[in-house]
């Protein structure tokens, strides 16, 4: 990779109790591509993913050994706030997870609680802007005092990740965001992350190949708890090096 | 064969559940149309009361008033010698001084503070003859309301023949009116059952609850937020959580007991003062509030606070924002209870006292006062037969009082259930 990278994981292990979910991972993911985590379910790629940006260890008994350098910085340096860590790597859930509030009281969350806008109409620009980069805003500007709630569940994850790009973060990780929704509203967020790239790093876990094809521009394959491959999705899934990769494309596992 | 023979049998297990279950339905239903029926036929009389229209001459002489008595004097005159004027006026054939006591005793001694007021506001009335609507004594208004009867044998009744011939006479004169009992609700306790009211005992229990309310719902919640989201898992949170639900099941009159001994005796706090029975309340509400609270935002989905951590807020901007609106339903579900449990309760209330006599309603926390169901208690310890519908009216007011409860806490679950939209 010619650029610094924005997350490298440097023999990062996670633990739940005595439970070693991921085992010594060493990795670099690169700036303003989509990266995609893959491999069978349990092997960990979401525990990697909730690792990047300090939420795994909001799980009871849940630790991490190891180190994530985040724009060259330590984020499990003693001195660093996780609620900061938070602000600055959004995150997006399999289910949409939209507040039971407003439309518009979901996407000021962020603004407000991090103070970044003055006045109401500055809050208000917000919004709307986030609304607009997920292209949500048309169809719900007149209805921004109703609840999240009431919105399509295609149109509630667009409103997450509008939610999660308010605060104007530097990475946004999305854990398996397609995977409740119909292909319609798929096609309407994957196109929407191909966007996103142009402003930060998004990395994905995803179960779909077909999927990890069509967006990623590097994957990750995971193997319980282990990385066994980094590559193009075009070499990995066309010619892989390793068999358990082999083996799990050719539907033999996971 | 094997096969049909067991469908039969699930299916008579099932119409044998069922029926059961219908069954059990009927008789809470039943108990509870009897209660309701049982508690109006007693109690709702209370809510009217009976009158005598006599005509009064406030004589100064009779009165024993001085020329220009100040308004003390007014109030302290003698209406009782007035109104026996006005009966002995009535039924001049009445002679004897022990028949116009009977005759006198028909009457209630509410008739002479109806006079007092008046003739206190417009002093002009001294000299004029006043038109008033008496409200006749307990025992003439039991005999007008059918509880008292003529055939009962007269050493088993409190009024003599002659009595109620003198009741009867107003009866037949058109003298005797119905009026809606307005004291029922604006008075305080009276020994004089036609006079009791409820106001003490609504106003003293209110402000006990509120209070108790007022300490029990900000701690409770905060407690279970604490337990729920903050503390640690450990021996310590395990036994406190353990004790917490037994505390939720200790006999109320403990805590009356612990009410007396801490704020009474060692506290000094004043007996009969709804501050103390406001914070013995709490003590006894806040298991139920804490317990509630704490379920409420267990069964929140995980991805709520997820959401709100993944942004960026700190766990406890978390739990205010997202988690506590979204388990408010739950929450005001359990603070209700708790309310209709404290305003119910009366053993610990007899202990820190407050089960004394009180005349006026209470106008601050220190006062000493009473409250509904210790009211219910000493009316229903009285002897006077008037204090039987007295007892079932104070019933109803308390049974209204947790039926407004109710209907405000459904109004607020769906109000404020962010789940609903």
């Known amino acids: 990779m010619t650029d610094r990278p924005l997350f490298r994981c440097d023999t990062l292990s996670c633990f739940y109790g005595d439970k070693e979910a991921i085992k010594s991972v060493t990795m670099e993911i690169a700036d303003k591509q989509v990266t995609a985590f893959m491999g069978p379910s349990g092997c960990g790629k979401s525990t990697v993913l909730r690792a990047l940006n300090r939420m795994h260890e909001t799980a009871p008994r849940a630790r991490v050994e190891g180190s994530v350098f985040f724009n060259g910085a330590d984020l499990y340096a003693p001195d660093v706030d996780p609620v900061d860590v938070r602000a600055d790597i959004g995150m997006v859930f399999q289910k949409p997870n939209p507040f039971p509030k407003s439309i518009f009281d979901n996407i000021a969350f962020g603004p ?20 607009r ?22 149109q509630q994850q667009r409103l997450v990740i509008a939610r999660a790009i308010s605060t104007e973060p530097k990475a946004l990780l999305l854990d398996e965001p397609c995977s409740a929704l119909d292909p319609k509203a798929t096609e309407t967020v994957e196109a929407l992350i191909r966007e996103l790239r142009d402003l930060f790093g998004v990395v994905i876990v995803t179960h779909s190949l077909a999927q990890a094809r069509r967006i990623a521009d590097d994957m990750v394959f995971f193997y319980f708890g282990e990385m066994i491959e980094q590559g193009s999705p075009e070499a990995i899934l066309e010619n892989p090096t390793d068999d358990r990769v082999r083996g799990y494309l050719a539907g033999r596992t996971g | 064969m ?18 059961a279950g219908f069954v059990s339905l009927a008789f809470a239903g039943g108990t509870l149309i009897l209660l309701v029926v049982g508690v109006l036929g007693l109690g709702l009389s209370a809510f009217w009361r009976y009158e005598v229209e006599l ?71 001294i000299g004029e003859m006043v038109r008033v609507r008496a409200p006749v004594s307990d025992d003439a208004e039991m005999y007008l309301k059918g ?52 106001a003490a005992g609504v106003l003293g229990s209110l402000i006990a609850v509120g209070l108790a309310i007022l300490i029990a719902a900000p701690l409770g919640v905060a407690t279970a937020v604490l337990l729920e989201e903050f503390a640690p898992k450990n021996r310590l ?52 509030i804490i317990i509630s609270s704490r379920a409420a935002l267990r069964a929140l989905p995980q991805s709520l606070k997820e959401g709100a951590l993944a942004l960026g807020a700190s766990r406890l901007e978390a739990v205010v924002n997202p988690m506590l609106p979204a388990a408010a339903p739950g929450i005001i579900t359990g603070v209700i209870i708790g309310f209709a449990q404290a305003l119910g309760e009366t053993a610990p209330l007899l202990l820190i006292g407050m089960v004394s006599f009180v005349a006026t309603p209470p106008t601050s926390v220190l006062d000493p006062s009473s409250a509904l169901p210790v009211l219910v208690y000493l ?30 806490a459904a109004y607020a679950r769906r109000r404020f259930d962010p789940y609903q939209h």
């Open chain 1, 112 to 131: 407000r609680i991090h103070g970044l806008a003055s006045s109401r109409s500055e809050l208000e620009g917000r919004v709307e802007s986030a609304l």
């Open chain 1, 133 to 154: 980069r997920v292209g949500l805003w048309e169809e719900v500007c007149d209805r921004l005092k109703e609840s999240a709630l009431g919105l399509s569940g295609g």
């Open chain 2, 2 to 19: 094997n096969k049909l023979a067991r469908r039969a049998k699930r299916r008579a297990f099932e119409l044998a559940f069922r029926s």
């Open chain 2, 55 to 125: 005509s009064v001459t406030l004589d100064a002489e009779t009165l024993s008033l001085a020329d220009d008595p100040t308004e003390a004097e007014l109030l302290a005159a003698d209406y009782r010698g007035a109104i026996r004027e006005a009966l002995n006026e009535r039924f001049p054939e009445v002679r004897e001084t022990k028949n116009l006591r009977a005759l006198q005793a028909l009457i209630s001694p509410g008739a002479e503070f109806m006079l007092a007021g008046r003739a206190a506001k417009d002093p002009g009335l």
């Open chain 2, 147 to 198: 509880r008292i009867r003529r055939s009962d044998p007269p050493d088993r009744r409190t009024l003599t023949d002659q009595q109620l011939d003198w009741v009867d006479a107003w009866r037949a004169d058109g003298d005797v009116r119905v009026a809606f009992n307005g004291d029922f609700l604006a008075n305080g306790d009276s020994s004089y059952p036609e006079l009791a009211g409820v």
């Open chain 2, 237 to 288: 949170t395990d036994f406190l959580e353990v004790n917490i639900n037994n505390l939720a099941a200790v006999p109320s009159i403990v805590f009356g007991l612990l009410g007396l001994a801490a704020f009474v005796v060692f506290f000094g706090m004043p007996r009969s003062a709804p501050l103390v029975g406001g914070i013995v309340l709490s003590l006894m509400t806040l298991p139920t």
């Open chain 2, 379 to 408: 009316w229903a310890e009285s002897p006077e037969i008037a204090f039987v519908e007295k007892t079932a009216g104070a019933v109803i007011v308390l049974l209204s009082l947790l039926l407004l409860l109710n209907a405000a």
